[in-house]
């Protein structure tokens, strides 16, 4: 059996009429930038995301950058947030000339350890970067807390979280902004790239708009000096079909995780993620802890699995980031996690079978 890591030619198969109808209608009337798709987008994800107002942007990485500036975020200032993390992340936090501050994770969550995060506030900084990783909402409330104490902008990097809750809140929609991105693979990804920027603030929600577009208020008037960093309408468009199918394939995801932390739980050597009490994730990744991690990837795969790592060396120890000073031992959670961990095939249209074919070749390799 061939279990890949993920199926978008399946998920398409079911939409291609509706996207193909889409694309022929573009072709027709010209619409590719801006107009009513990318509105109707815009009102259906900032209702879906029980948000005030959603920008879409041109990626993930461009609603990051996007919001740290539109909250005030610039060089000198300090952003605190993981070294586990998609590059982006700290990528967007140094672009707009920030500088990140890492805080080691929690050995349960793999999200933001918030006990940790007191002792890394200084006089510079000005934002905490909370991720919800692989589909599960940080702790939040102590995120508040200490933001509050410190009147620090939140800024949630939300890109693999689209649709997870905390304590009832949506993700992305508890912080002064909240970035997602719909990269091909996310939970809702575009057929190419997207972003966007979710908020309550209005002044952030029109700062956003203005920088997606050359800073302008109206054509070839610029109040600010702005990106090309639009959501094109044949994605909008694409995203609109997609999004009224979001809450059943976040359904079928968390279905998928549950076959397989129960279907895992005995095994010794393997962790399965936990999800904590306050959150309702969405699993966009699912992520064990494995002994014998490399060899198991390697096994799995000539069995026809495709499994990914997510992410295998942490953000504080990559050559691109050597300029931040930082070596070996400085995160040790995040470190130990990167060692293990391995991310299972997950996706809404994985079968029982396929699950249960993972979890037995896991099995074997162990007993063997
Ligand atoms: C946690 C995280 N942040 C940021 C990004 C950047 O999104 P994009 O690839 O759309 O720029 C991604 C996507 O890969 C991500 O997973």
Redesign the pocket.
Known sequence: MKVPFLALPAQHRFLKSEILSLVSDSLDTAGFIGGPQVENFEKEFAEFCEASFCIGV???????RFALLAAGIGPGDEVITVPN?????IE?ISQVGAVPVFVDIDSKTYNIDTVKIQEKVTARTKALLP???YGQPADMDPVTDIAKKYKLKIIE?A??AHGARYKGKRAGTMGDAG?????P??NLGACG???AVVTQDENIAKTVRMLRDHGQVKKYYHEIEGYNGRLDAIQAGILRIKLKKLQEWNSLRRQAAAWYSQLLSGVPQVRIPKQAEYARSVY?LYVILAEDRDKLMKFLSAKGIATGM?YPLPLHLQHAYRHLGHSKGDFPVCEEVAAKLLSLPIFPEITHEQVMYVTDRIKEFYTN
């Not at 041109?58 to 990051?64: E, F, K, P, R, V």
């Not at 970035?179 to 990269?183: A, K, V």
């Open positions: 041109s990626s993930g990485t461009d609603a990051l993390t998609f590059i982006a992340t967007a991720v919800h990783l990097d890109c693999q970035c997602f991105s719909f990269y693979g996310k790239e997207g972003g966009h997510h």
